[in-house]
T-cell receptor, first 113, second 112 residues
Framework: NAGVTQTPKFQVLKTGQSMTLQCAQD?????MYWYRQDPGMGLRLIYY???????DKGEVPNGYNVSRLNKREFSLRLESAAPSQTSVYFC????????????FGQGTRLTVV | QKEVEQNSGPLSVPEGAIASLNCTYS??????FFWYRQYSGKSPELIMS????GDKEDGRFTAQLNKASQYVSLLIRDSQPSDSATYLC????????????FGTGTRLKVLA
């Protein structure tokens, strides 16, 4: 059982380049999330999708877009990467109910130079 | 005021001791609380969830919730060097959208 799978695991971009981070879950979860983690800042929510067909901004959405492609997949796109977007990105999923627990992918370490 | 606050540590305890990790949250209506463990360079791993006031035990771990004081804690009994990690507290605010708000984490060091 793979759980939450993210690709790629590592990426180096030049300033201004674009890329899409992919995330897929096989737990039949309704809700999916994208977080970034920076030293001393903890996990900050970028965007989330409460259910298939819906997406909402989190705490730090600027510079990002998301697509909930289907129930399994939730992608994060950086249209024009900036050095401030250097971070570790985590995708997570949950059942989307009051007592649902979130499970994380292995993360993507992104460096923008 | 941050929504979820934790002391960043490091909290150092000797092997075999009890480690006590604390977390406070600002939204009084929050109903779901979670503890995650994160080893350096790895993703967060769920340890425990708690939803009702009181204690919940799972092996060496005990989560404690006090909604009146807006306080949740994690006790690790018989701490082992392998418990050395960052512990993240997460709260589901009462917005109905089930988004998880995390504290910045407490770094725990268990000394052999």
């Amino acid at each position: 059982n793979a759980g939450v799978t993210q690709t790629p695991k590592f990426q180096v971009l030049k300033t201004g380049q674009s890329m899409t981070l992919q995330c897929a879950q096989d737990m039949n979860h309704n809700s999916m999330y994208w977080y970034r983690q920076d030293p001393g800042m903890g996990l900050r929510l970028i965007y989330y999708s409460a259910s298939e067909g819906t997406t909402d901004k989190g705490e730090v959405p600027n510079g990002y877009n998301v697509s909930r492609l289907n129930k399994r997949e939730f992608s994060l796109r950086l249209e024009s990467a900036a050095p401030s977007q250097t971070s570790v990105y985590f995708c997570a999923s949950s059942e989307g109910r009051l007592k649902g627990e979130a499970f994380f992918g292995q993360g993507t370490r992104l460096t923008v130079v | 005021q941050k929504e979820v606050e934790q002391n960043s540590g490091p909290l150092s305890v000797p092997e075999g001791a009890i480690a006590s990790l604390n977390c406070t949250y600002s939204d009084r209506g929050s109903q779901s609380f979670f503890w995650y463990r994160q080893y350096s360079g790895k993703s967060p791993e769920l340890i425990m969830s708690i939803y009702s006031n009181g204690d919940k035990e799972d092996g060496r771990f005990t989560a404690q919730l006090n909604k009146a004081s807006q306080y949740v804690s994690l006790l690790i009994r018989d701490s082992q060097p392998s418990d050395s990690a960052t512990y993240l507290c997460a709260v589901n605010p009462p917005s109905g959208t089930y988004k998880y708000i995390f504290g910045t984490g407490t770094r725990l060091k268990v000394l052999a």
